[in-house]
């Protein structure tokens, strides 16, 4: 079985600050692709970043990137330079490619104070 | 605005109705994908289409049915609703067949039985 575990329900950042969000998974399958969504109040659904488990390379998008630990089965997203616009559900996802379902973890809420 | 279109906004509805969704994909993708996001379940994927054609399969109940028809929009037909289907069902659509693509996402319904 697929699982996708966020261990963090809430969290908050200052402005202009670096926060981490944990993501950890667990598949038995040997390659995979990792996903952080960001859902703001307005509920639109949108991809931060993608990661395709074989590559050794963190994935980077603007002011997000990600650590993957492929070993330790950890995915988690830093966002640099928060803005108020980040204030949103963040959810990681995992997909296997011979296993044709999307796993979501429950989302941590992330507000960015002022 | 991701370019997937779903109608209506919002449903009201009682137990035992059946509903049906609409989602129109972005211009020239093949896939779409229904999504379930409730507060018991969070989010959970129910099934893709790819150029009419079923292609994966997810965590659909029975009384759910989906189909995509030639012009690429898909329905999702709920059906004996019961009060726990109350939820918001996002559509997605990709250019892709593997569901481990980018996904752009619709605004989503909030589907309410009452």
């Known amino acids: 079985a697929q699982t996708v575990t966020q261990s963090q329900p809430e969290m908050s950042v200052q402005e202009a600050e670096t926060v981490t969000l944990s993501c950890t998974y667990d598949?038995?399958?040997?390659?995979?692709?990792l996903f952080w969504y960001k859902q703001p109040p307005s509920r639109q659904m949108i991809l931060v970043i993608r990661?395709?488990?074989?590559?050794?390379q963190n994935a980077t998008e603007n002011r997000f990137s990600v650590n993957f630990q492929k070993a330790a089965k950890s995915f988690s997203l830093k966002i640099s330079d928060s803005q108020l616009g980040d204030t949103a559900m963040y959810f990681c996802?995992?997909?296997?490619?011979?296993?044709?379902?999307?796993?979501f973890g429950p989302g941590t809420s992330l507000s960015v104070i002022p | 605005d991701s370019g997937v279109t779903q109608t209506p906004k919002h449903l009201i509805t009682a137990t035992g109705q059946r509903v049906t969704l609409r989602c129109s994909p972005r211009?020239?993708?093949?896939?779409v994908y229904w999504y379930q996001q409730s507060l018991d379940q969070g989010l959970q994927f129910l099934i893709q289409?790819?150029?009419?054609?079923?292609?994966a399969k997810g965590n659909i109940l029975e009384r759910f049915s989906a189909q995509q028809f030639p012009d690429l929009h898909s329905e999702l037909n709920l059906s004996s609703l019961e009060l726990g289907d109350s939820a918001l069902y996002f559509c997605?659509?990709?250019?892709?067949?593997?569901?481990?693509?980018?996904?752009?996402f619709g605004p989503g319904t909030r589907l309410t039985v009452l």
């Open positions: 997605a659509s990709s250019d892709q067949t593997g569901i481990y693509n980018e996904q752009f």
């Open positions: 996802a995992l997909v296997g490619t011979s296993y044709d379902k999307v796993i």
């Open positions: 289409y790819y150029n009419g054609e079923e292609r």
């Open positions: 990661q395709e488990a074989y590559k050794q």
């Open positions: 598949t038995s399958e040997n390659n995979y692709y």
């Open positions: 211009s020239g993708d093949l896939s």
